[in-house]
């Protein structure tokens, strides 16, 4: 019996519909490579990072991994003075399926986060696949976080307050960095807030059926991308965690999580699985299933009601984590 997907939000089935030929199902490699120009990243690129002058945007250039290039940051300072203790840092992982987007895209919710909470944030810019496979993209991610825990002074933060944010393959990729500095023991982060995480290389939940064809990445999408980080071994049964993070057998020890995603997407089910497994290995994680909520909705759609809940939930989350 082919599955029947759950109904849309009927004010984000309006904006589906009439933004049909941007938020079409289906992604070929050519189509993510052909959106590395797209005008979205070019206006992510051109925003005002200031938020009217709020905080003071640089670029900085780390060190990468052994024997990789350097890796691009994105620093964003309270321009604001320090009135009390270091500021928590907002650590960033852009979304765009692992082979498209940049350190600015996605970052400008998680300004406004950070312009309410008095927080500095770290936006990490990583290399793509499929030129760079896995391990290249969790490499970088990990470079620059090891640099903002380490350099925390000098940015007036608090390395023991860093909170790892990402929505869709940042989410992903903030699980598996979770993962690999719990392993590694390395700085242990605050929290983990994964929106609509991509999780799962194996593409095969009843969300992901049910979806194949409907909505905004669907099956085939997220097959093309994960081929694309892991080639032939996409699916099979040699996947590290540290690449698809619900391969983990033990989600033991980790900070707490944010988890959230809609009813009407590709990700549900292993978002829901996730946080379960959290809570089975005696963890900590809020869950929330936005009905009706097509994969980005809160982004695409951000006057929706659905929208204002979901982004309302990821604020006070936060002040609740930081607050504790």
């Not at 082979?99 to 909470?117: F, M, T």
């Not at 936006?123 to 976080?145: F, I, K, N, T, W």
């Amino acid at each position: 019996m082919t599955a029947v997907p759950p109904p849309f939000d009927p004010e984000l089935a309006a904006v589906l519909a009439e933004a049909a030929d941007l938020l079409r199902p289906g992604l070929t490699l050519a189509d993510a490579l052909a959106a590395r120009r797209s005008p979205v990243l070019r206006l992510a690129a051109e925003q005002d990072l200031t938020l009217g002058g709020a905080f003071e945007a640089a670029d900085r250039t780390v060190p990468g991994p052994d024997g990789a290039p350097d890796v691009s940051l994105l620093v964003c300072r309270p321009t604001a003075p320090r009135t009390g203790a270091a500021r928590p840092v907002l650590y960033h992982v852009h979304g765009g399926g692992l082979v498209v987007g940049n350190n600015r895209l996605g970052v400008d919710p998680v300004l406004a986060w950070a312009k309410e909470l008095d927080a500095v944030v770290v936006s990490v810019e990583y290399r793509l696949a499929p030129e760079h496979p896995y391990p290249a993209p969790l490499q970088d991610v990990h470079a620059g976080l090891l640099w903002t825990a380490q350099h925390a002074g000098e940015l007036g933060a608090d390395p023991g307050r860093i909170v790892l944010v990402g929505a869709s393959a940042g989410a992903g990729l903030c699980a598996a960095l979770a993962l690999l500095l719990r392993d590694r023991r390395g700085p242990r982060p605050l929290g983990q807030m994964l929106m609509s995480p991509m999780l799962d290389d194996r593409n095969d939940s009843p969300s992901a059926r049910q979806m194949t064809g409907v909505g905004v990445w669907d099956r085939t999408a997220n097959e093309t991308a994960w081929t694309a980080l892991l080639g032939d071994r996409r699916g099979g049964p040699h996947v590290p965690p540290y690449a698809a993070p619900a391969r983990a057998e033990d989600l033991s020890g980790l900070p707490p999580a944010f988890l959230d995603v809609g009813s009407a997407e590709t990700f549900r089910d292993e978002t829901v699985a996730y946080a379960s497994r959290i809570w089975q290995a005696g963890g900590v994680a809020e869950l929330h299933v936005w009905p009706g909520g097509f994969h980005g909705f809160d982004a695409f759609t951000a006057r929706s009601a659905l929208a204002r809940a979901a982004r309302g939930a990821h604020l006070d989350w936060l002040r609740r984590l930081l607050a504790g």
